[in-house]
């Protein structure tokens, strides 16, 4: 119960980040979020790897890339499920040319791909928020890219923390991986939409077959660096989603048994 109300506390009252002096200015700070809870088989894992990968070579992303007011970007990027897999982590890399994409995607390609269990959207929302606040850059805007096949189901819940870093200036964008139900009471695409997305412009992106991952994944970073949603929606926090965000933990036994006292404040 503690630990669960200290990383609440502790992302709810962080200060918004500010750009350190003579900092690069970069069109936008895009932090990379994947799932690869146990739900991912493999061949999805390694699916879905190969569509970032992919993405990143892609002249539509460079295009996007170049084509901004300051003609670059950094990305961050890591792995999570039940917690973040700190080692999948891959810290801020500027990109501003082609090269510097498949450095990138050179880099991501050649990690092992492995799956691990639960499904924690708010210790990676949580964990994405820190490496936000820690960029060396100055960012026109800082967009969080959320992907996963799940609720909430672990760690505090989702939407205090998605509040919370939308309060900070955080954009969260999603990718819902409908290619096997989560056994949720709405679909998981509703359910990022009211209880994970939030920020002005914020968009979900629906994937329904493993073949769909590398089109939906650059279609999403290209709508991110570039600004341009043509899958908007904009979610006020201060307004109670319709779907019920806890619907993940309540399908885990022993819920009731659990407290959290930051959905009191």
């Not at 691990?116 to 805007?141: C, E, V, W």
């Not at 992907?147 to 969260?172: C, F, K, Q, T, Y």
Request: hydrophobic residues 45%; negative net charge; contains cysteine.
């Amino acid at each position: 119960m503690f630990t669960t109300l200290a990383m609440f506390l502790t992302i709810s009252s962080a200060p918004i980040a500010t750009p350190v002096a003579d900092a690069v200015p970069v069109d936008v700070a895009l932090v990379l979020a994947v799932d690869m809870s146990g739900s991912m088989d493999i061949e999805e894992a390694q699916v879905q790897r190969l569509g970032y990968v992919e993405a990143l070579r892609h002249p539509d992303f460079i295009n996007a890339v170049t084509a901004g007011l300051n003609g670059r970007i950094a990305i961050s990027y890591f792995e999570w499920a039940g917690s973040v897999n700190e080692t999948s982590v891959i810290n801020w890399q500027l990109i501003d040319d082609a090269q510097d994409a498949a450095i990138l995607a050179e880099h991501l390609a050649a990690r092992p791909v492995f799956t691990r269990r639960g499904t924690s959207i708010s210790n990676a929302i949580a964990f994405a928020s820190k490496l936000i606040a820690a960029s060396p850059y100055d960012a026109m805007r800082r967009v969080v890219d959320i992907s996963g096949d799940g609720p909430n189901n672990l760690g505090p819940p989702v939407d205090p923390m998605r509040n919370a870093a939308v309060a900070s200036g955080i954009i969260i964008n999603g990718l819902a991986i409908l290619i096997r139900p989560s056994g949720g009471t709405v679909s998981l695409d509703r359910y990022y939409a009211d209880c994970v997305i939030g920020g002005p412009g914020s968009f979900v992106l629906p994937v329904h077959q493993p073949e769909d991952f590398a089109v939906a994944i650059r279609q999403k970073l290209v709508m991110e660096v570039s600004g341009s949603k043509t899958a908007a929606r904009i979610i006020p926090v201060q307004i109670a989603p319709l779907t019920d965000c806890m619907m993940g933990e309540k399908l885990r036994p022993g819920f009731l048994d659990r407290v959290y006292p930051e959905l009191d404040k």
